[in-house]
């Protein structure tokens, strides 16, 4: 048996939710059948974790216990010393999704630097050191966004003449240097649709691109679950050759991402994009730490994406527990 576990933050108030009542926690009874053992910690000593271990009908706890890899889900931006601390402890263990990558997808314009360079096509994002006005008035329209932001906190759609400020509150209240995005023209009829697609490594290292899901608005330009914007399967709202495209540019992301010193540790990462007129994806951001996956499209129909949800969680810890036997 092989144990891999998963570093985040646990509510030690209360056990955890019943194991079957969760796509993570039928990932992990999937996995025990295969021979893989996941334990989710949130405390780590002398290279062994501690939480609470997957079994047939339950999570148990567990202390001290060696494991073959850790994926770091660790809210690493909310408790960076905390998070610091258990990474030192977890003593030369590989780490999945490790913090340079996490870091380098977190800045905006450093990890779209990456891409370009890799041959990745994004809308043109600058700071705000420049003629940001004479930018404006040459792209129309633009997103002012923070350089370290998520959850699209922050974010703002702006035109020529409008009173940009250099630093702009981030997902933790934190003011951040703004970057602007060149805007991506919505399709007729919206104000914006975009999308998410979460891409993973199989057990054999093979980059695999799971369902997209498109968040869309007629209203809103800043398209936001939270803000009011829809959650659909894109197969259900996009054309074939969309979903396709936006498939194939997510692996191409990974591919590129993991061209990097620890690129081999990258096991999942989350594409973001907006579609344009021609219902063609644009990336405008990488996520390292992508929640939600495939939540909203469960919540909707649990018996249409049970599985694929179940197979989403599993599969970075299939690589995981296999990472040793992976060639870089």
């Not at 939710?17 to 893989?36: F, K, W």
């Not at 939540?295 to 018996?303: G, K, M, V, W």
């Amino acid at each position: 048996m092989k144990r891999v576990a998963a570093l985040l933050v646990l509510d030690r108030t209360r056990p955890p939710p019943p194991i079957a009542s969760l796509p993570m926690g039928r990932a992990a009874v999937a996995l025990l059948r295969d021979g893989i053992e996941v334990i989710l910690a949130d405390q780590a000593s002398n290279g062994r974790v501690s939480g609470f271990v997957a079994t047939p009908t339950a999570w148990l706890p567990i202390q001290d216990a060696v494991v073959c890899g850790v994926y770091d889900r660790f809210p690493m931006p909310r408790f960076p010393q905390r998070h610091a601390q258990l990474v030192q402890q977890l003593h030369g263990i590989p780490l999945g999704n490790p913090v340079s990558l996490r870091a380098l997808s977190r800045d905006k314009l450093a990890s779209q630097r990456h891409l370009e360079a890799r041959g990745v096509v994004m809308p043109t994002v600058v700071d705000m050191t420049g003629d940001v006005q004479a930018m404006l008035r040459d792209w129309g329209v633009a997103f002012a966004k923070p350089q370290f932001g998520a959850v699209g906190v922050g974010v703002e759609r702006v035109v020529p003449g409008d009173d940009i400020a250099p630093t702009r509150p981030g997902a933790l209240g934190v003011h951040e240097p703004t970057l602007l995005q060149c805007a991506v023209r919505p399709p007729e009829g919206w104000a914006g649709i975009a999308t998410r697609t979460v891409v993973q490594r199989d057990a054999q290292g093979v980059w695999i691109a799971g369902p997209p899901v498109a968040r869309r608005s007629r209203i809103d330009a800043v398209v936001n679950v939270a803000r009011g914007a829809s959650a659909d399967a894109a197969e259900d709202v996009l054309p074939a050759q969309t979903v396709r495209a936006l498939q194939l540019t997510a692996i191409r992301c990974a591919q590129a991402l993991a061209d990097h010193p620890d690129g081999a540790d990258l096991l999942e990462l989350g594409v973001d994009a907006m579609i344009d007129p021609e219902l063609n994806p644009w990336v405008i951001e990488l996520n390292t730490r992508p929640w939600g996956r495939l939540s909203a499209l469960y919540a909707n129909d649990p018996e249409r994406w049970r599985q694929a949800h179940v197979d989403l969680c599993a599969r970075p810890f299939r690589y995981l527990a296999g990472r040793r036997t992976h060639i870089r």
